[in-house]
């Protein structure tokens, strides 16, 4: 049975934590100068992959002790929390365009540079952690992919005017603080329970 409870903020907390993540903008930067649905199709495969596989390594920690699993979560919350507010904007990408238009090259493309980008990306880490807290595989995932897909989408559509109204600094501080509202949540639960 899925969870709308943990869908929902499962997809709220990735989808902060992903807006000011560079592979957001690699996806803006895709969309301005391709298709945006073939930059999607390759870019939504290459989260949905990256959400199946964080999602089974929660799953594997939900094998431990409760009071680890949460100490554990915790702290890689914390870890994130972290991350987010002292990482330094980057800016764009620079990417490489390719010579054939059609919709495998594009698609490719996109799943290929998400593919790379993302693996040990602090959402992927988020997902793994939330699929541990919860142990509810299809809510954790459904709302990682969702938040994930939200984002990319943006991006590619959107992404300009979003960034000319809210500010991205903003945007982190957000995820940042949420992060470690769950952090703390976990670590007292391990030293509560």
């Avoid at 764009?92 to 495998?104: L, M």
């Avoid at 540079?113 to 299809?138: H, K, S, W």
């Avoid at 982190?172 to 470690?180: D, R």
């Amino acid at each position: 049975m899925i969870s709308i409870t943990v869908t929902a903020l499962v997809f709220g907390v990735v989808f902060l934590a992903e807006l000011p993540d560079k592979t957001a903008l690699a996806g803006l930067v895709l969309g301005t100068r391709y298709r945006a649905s073939y930059v999607f199709t390759g870019v939504a495969a290459a989260f949905l992959l990256h959400v199946v596989l964080a999602v089974a390594a929660g799953s594997v920690l939900t094998l431990l002790p409760q009071q680890i699993v949460h100490a554990l979560t915790g702290v890689l919350f914390l870890g994130g929390a972290a991350m987010l507010l002292l990482k330094k904007d980057d800016g764009e990408e620079e990417i490489e365009k390719p010579a054939d238009q059609s919709f495998w090259k594009v698609a490719g493309t996109g799943f290929m540079l998400i593919l790379v980008a993302e693996f040990g990306d602090l959402t992927q880490i988020m997902t793994a952690n939330l699929a541990a807290r919860y142990d509810d595989p299809i809510s954790v995932g459904l709302g990682a992919v969702l938040g994930l897909w939200a984002v990319a989408g943006l991006g590619i559509v959107g992404g300009k005017a979003l960034m000319k109204r809210v500010p991205l600094r903003l945007i982190t501080q957000i995820a940042a603080l949420l992060m470690l509202g769950l952090g703390v949540w976990s670590l007292w639960e391990a030293v509560s329970g």
